[in-house]
Structure formats: structure tokens, C-alpha cells
């Protein structure tokens, strides 16, 4: 199974400990000479000297394009030479309409083998659609760049729901909107914090890449402070000259490396990210359009009426917002300490599956019967004794079914403790999975749809003010 592209950025800037990506970036004045053999041996003594301390590499391909087809081939040989375990970004800002970008992802991912690229997004969605088909492969989307001239357009305000934000406010929120499959970042310039910031505080669980650090003047500490998540990732500060120029390049990203992790280690990254958290507001609105939440007057197995239906079956049928909701349980996800996942019959099964096409987790499930033949198993799937499972299901309403296939997974070795779900209908599930020792994390709670649902006019008043009384109901 395919992990996606930061699911192995993030494995690797975990295991170095690290944020640095080092550029790749020949400037002709550095060369010993102005040729692209020149530019191939510049930078594969820079990989030589760095390649165990960088988390990526970023060539940049106009250094390379400016040779002709010597310079084509010498990026594709510099590529070739980086190491299988670290990533490339290629910095080639590419950006067309969509049968001219499905033949430059063509050439990043197929000829170049690079793992992710940086795109222009003043196209739009169908321009970057092309290099995001695949999990494995990431793009950054130009969101606030670092240069001084960035404030000409990116610095403009737009309205967005009757609300003013800023051209570069606007492509953070299309990028993470555009994040299905967990491999879209934007690229916000470390040489202004304050925009890293806004850009944070309205997509909390993006990757940024930062670039501006050291010759353009960009303050290390005040980026970081700016732009990293609550768990001291989610930045990726590429310098490429601040080593490159050094008298030893090792020696240098050594003491970048240190200074980043010094830099973390004196950030209160614990404070509660603010603003937006608009990739909740695209699945909220889908569940509605795809009739997963509807409202009118519905019988429920327990024989009482009910104002809200809500039927996450229905998932299926709709691929994109399955998608979708599969990055919003793998954020949550990723915060747990687990093995594998353990999907609930019958509707968490297609969640569990894209959940593990996308970041690489494996499964097992519960049957809801032993199986009477062959192994006469009770849980599908490879597993080792002892091994921690998360269970994944699509409601919470009560408990009493993640009860039962905890005991079927407990009694099979494996060992739980967290239960994730879209939906808590906030009937009592928490409180007694909690009682238990187990807990239960949910993309959303029932209260929290109601009201953006009412904030947003999407829903009647009426119907919501009745979905409001069932629901106090039944918490009592």
C-alpha cells in the first residue's frame, strides 16, 4: 500500500529530527564552471555532504533548464543521485490548463522520478489536479512567496463568505480543500511571519514550505514561531545558499539543524491553533449534498422518531468525499500510537480502506460472524499477537457495538485503546467507552454539524431547532 507524500516526509523529518530541506540551487557565480556538468558537480557535493542530514532536497530546475538539454540531463542525473529514502521537490512553479500540466506531471513524476513539485494555483483547481491523482506524489501551491514583490497580488483582499481575506488567505484555504489524499502544501515565505501565521491559524494540519531562510533575510526563530503545528511539525525550511556558499556545507547544515532544534525546543507549540478549519466545512457540506445527514422525521431501530438521519453508508457512492473523510480521520490518526486499524462491519470498512490507501496502515476487521470454513476465522486480516489496533467505525451512538468487536479483538491478542469515528451522535458512547478505558475521537460531534449547518443557512431553523431538542434528549 501507497503512503502518501507527508505521511514519509513526516517519518523522515521525525527520524532526523529536523526541518531542513537543502536546495539544490547552481547560481553560475558558484560554479567552477558555467556549464551543466559544472552545475551536476556542484550540487552532487552538495548531496554527498548533506544528504543524511536533509529531510528533503529541492533542485531548482531554471539553473538547470537555462543549459538546454546538457542542463535537462544533468537535473535528471542530480536526481538519480539522491538517496531512495529522501524526498525531492522540484522547484519548477509550473502552473497551465489541464492537458498542458498533465504533461508537465508526466515529466516530474515519470522522467524526473522527483516525489513532489511546487505549482502555480492562479490556474485553479483543474491546473493542479493533474500532479495530485496520486498519493505518493505532492505538490506545494504558491501561496505567499518570499520575494519582495509577493504583496502586488497575493496581498489583495477578496471576500470569502462575506468575509474579507487576502489572495494568499484564499489559496491556503483551496489548498487545503484540495488535500483529499494528504498531498497538497502551499509555500509561504519565512521573510514574512506574520503571513505564516494567518496561513497557520486557517489550515492547522498543512505542510508549509518556508523558503527565505538565511540570504534573503528570513528569520529562522520567528518563522518557526509562526508557522509550526501544535506537534512541532508541518514547516519545511529549504536553504540552499547559507550552505552552499559555506567553506564546509556539512558543518553548516549541522548548525542550521541545531539552531531548528533549538528553535522548537523554546516554542510553545501547545496553544491551540485558531481560525478556520475549512477542510470540516467541505465534508460537512458534502454530507449533506450526498444525503449522509438528512433531516425530516426517520423511525430508528429503537422505535423512537428521530429529526436527523444520519447514513454514512452512503460514503461509497460518492468517491471524493469518501476521500476526504479518510484525511480527516488519518489527522487524528496520526496524533495515536497503533499498528494497525480495525474496521467495523459494515460501513467503516470502505472508510478503513481509503484511510489505509492513503497513508500506508494496515487493517484487519472483526467478522460480524466466525467464519464456518477454511480458518474459521473471527478477524480477517494479518496481525501479530499483542499488536496495538485503533477501532474505526462511522458512528458513535451509544457504544454497544464497539463493545462487542473490542471483546472480539482483545480476545484475539491485539490490544485497544482508541476508538475514531466521523460522527459522535453524543449519545452516550464517549462516556461509556470511557469508563471502560478507551477513547473516543470523532472528526465531528452531532452539536458541531447542527450548528454549521445553521450558521451557514444550509438547514431550516426549524429543522435544526428540532435536531437540537432530540439531541438534548438524548444526553439526558
Known amino acids: 500500500m501507497v503512503k502518501s507524500f507527508f505521511f514519509r516526509l513526516e517519518e523522515r523529518a521525525r527520524k ?3 526541518l531542513l530541506c537543502v536546495g539544490l540551487d547552481p547560481h553560475p557565480a558558484d560554479l567552477s564552471e558555467n556549464t551543466a556538468s559544472g552545475a551536476r558537480d556542484f550540487c552532487l557535493r552538495l548531496i554527498d555532504a548533506t544528504h543524511d542530514l536533509a529531510v ?3 533542485p531548482n530546475a531554471a539553473f538547470f533548464e537555462a543549459y538546454g538539454a546538457e542542463g535537462w540531463q544533468a537535473l535528471t542525473d542530480v536526481i538519480a543521485a539522491i538517496p531512495a529514502d529522501v524526498p525531492v521537490i522540484l522547484d519548477a512553479k509550473r502552473g497551465d490548463i489541464s492537458s498542458t500540466a498533465e504533461a508537465y506531471a508526466r515529466s516530474a513524476f515519470e522522467t524526473l522520478h522527483v516525489d513532489a513539485i511546487t505549482l502555480n494555483p492562479y490556474l485553479g483547481k483543474d491546473s493542479v489536479d493533474p500532479f495530485t491523482q496520486n498519493t505518493a506524489h505532492g505538490v506545494f501551491v504558491l501561496c505567499k512567496t518570499s520575494n519582495p514583490g509577493s504583496g502586488d497580488l497575493q496581498d489583495m483582499e477578496l471576500t470569502n463568505g462575506g468575509r474579507p481575506v487576502s489572495v494568499f488567505e484564499k489559496v491556503a484555504l483551496l489548498a487545503d480543500k484540495w488535500n483529499a489524499l494528504d498531498n497538497v502544501g502551499v509555500v509561504v515565505g519565512a521573510t514574512y511571519p506574520e503571513a505564516l501565521r494567518h496561513v497557520r491559524e486557517l489550515v492547522p ?3 508549509i514550505l518556508a ?4 540570504a534573503q533575510g528570513g528569520d529562522l526563530k520567528a518563522a518557526l514561531a509562526a508557522g509550526l503545528r501544535p506537534d512541532g511539525l508541518g514547516m519545511l525550511v529549504p536553504v540552499s545558499r547559507q550552505i552552499s556558499r559555506a567553506q564546509s556545507p556539512r558543518l553548516a547544515a549541522e548548525q542550521i539543524t541545531q539552531k531548528m532544534r533549538e528553535a522548537r525546543s523554546e516554542i510553545d507549540t501547545n496553544k491551540p491553533a485558531r481560525g478556520g478549519s475549512s477542510y470540516k466545512s467541505s465534508i460537512a457540506d458534502g454530507l449533506l449534498k450526498a444525503g449522509c445527514v438528512q433531516f425530516g422525521s426517520f423511525a430508528l431501530k429503537s422505535g423512537l422518531q428521530s429529526p436527523i438521519y444520519i ?5 461509497v457512492s460518492t468517491p471524493a468525499l469518501l476521500a476526504e473523510a479518510g484525511v480527516a480521520y488519518s489527522r487524528i490518526l496520526r ?4 499498528d494497525c486499524m480495525a474496521a467495523l462491519p459494515y460501513a467503516a470498512l470502505p472508510i478503513a480502506t481509503a484511510i489505509s490507501l492513503q497513508n500506508g496502515w494496515p487493517m484487519v476487521y472483526p467478522r460480524k460472524e466466525a467464519k464456518a470454513y477454511g480458518t474459521k476465522a473471527e478477524i480477517e486480516g494479518v496481525y ?3 499488536e496495538r489496533t485503533v477501532v474505526i467505525d462511522d458512528l458513535a451512538t451509544t457504544g454497544e457495538s464497539k463493545f462487542e468487536a473490542i471483546d472480539k479483538l482483545k480476545a484475539a491478542g491485539l490490544v485497544v485503546e482508541d476508538v475514531v469515528v466521523l460522527i459522535d451522535r453524543q449519545s452516550g458512547a464517549a462516556e461509556a467507552l470511557a469508563s471502560a478505558g478507551y477513547r473516543l475521537h470523532s472528526v465531528f460531534d452531532l452539536s458541531d454539524l447542527l450548528d454549521y449547518y445553521e450558521d451557514h ?3 431550516s431553523a426549524e429543522h435544526i431547532a428540532a435536531a437540537r431538542a432530540f439531541l438534548k434528549l438524548s444526553i439526558n
Do not use: E, H, M, Y
Open 16 to 18: 532526523l529530527d529536523s
Open 56 to 58: 528533503a532536497f529541492k
Open 205 to 207: 494540519d498543512l505542510w
Open 211 to 214: 523558503p527565505g531562510v538565511g
Open 311 to 315: 447514513d454514512l453508508r452512503r460514503l
Open 335 to 338: 496524533k495515536l500510537n497503533f
Open 384 to 386: 501479530q499477537t499483542g
Open 457 to 459: 443557512q444550509s438547514i
